[in-house]
């Protein structure tokens, strides 16, 4: 949706009595989440929302632990730009959600988990089996060849 039919949504919905402190908080949130999103690396926007502003401080939350290390790593100049821009925040939480972001997520057109089978290549085999072969006898040597007998097949 355009955001300027989102905006007229907003505008609409916060006119009724019941709605309007809750639409003066989800419009609120829209503009931090926009301003937010303009002060990060682009890369980083599609992994990551804001989720709010407690005792001054803001909670951002990441889909995975990567980003979370990125935004760890750039917390402190974007703590200065959002209070440069009037934000009332004196320290910046990040937390992982991980398959919170729809991103995150592999999923077919019918809507079900891909589960992808991998296949060990020749190559991979002849070294793992040159690698047993050099081992003295061990739970490693072991495993080896047991995970070796298990992809025989493949």
């Not at 505008?11 to 003066?24: A, V």
């Not at 979370?68 to 959002?82: E, F, G, N, R, T």
């Not at 821009?85 to 004196?90: A, P, V, Y």
Request: with cysteine; glycine share 4%.
């Amino acid at each position: 949706m355009a955001p300027h039919k989102v905006d007229a949504y907003f505008d609409l919905l916060g006119k009724m009595p019941e709605y309007t402190h809750l639409f003066k908080l989800a419009q609120k949130l829209r503009e931090d989440q926009s301003t937010f999103f303009k002060l990060i690396p682009a890369q980083l926007t599609q992994h990551c929302s804001l989720s709010r502003i407690k005792d001054n401080k803001l909670t951002i939350m990441a889909g995975n632990g990567a980003v979370a290390a990125k935004l760890k790593q750039i917390s402190p100049s974007l703590l200065l730009k959002l209070q440069k821009l009037g934000w009332e925040i004196t320290a910046i939480q990040i937390m992982v959600q991980a398959d919170s972001i729809s991103e995150n997520k592999k999923i077919s057109t019918n809507h079900q988990y891909v589960k992808k089978k991998l296949k060990l290549s020749q190559t991979g085999k002849a070294c793992l089996n040159q690698l047993a072969a050099t081992l003295a006898d061990s739970g490693l040597k072991d495993t080896i060849q047991s995970f070796l007998k298990k992809h025989s097949n493949d």
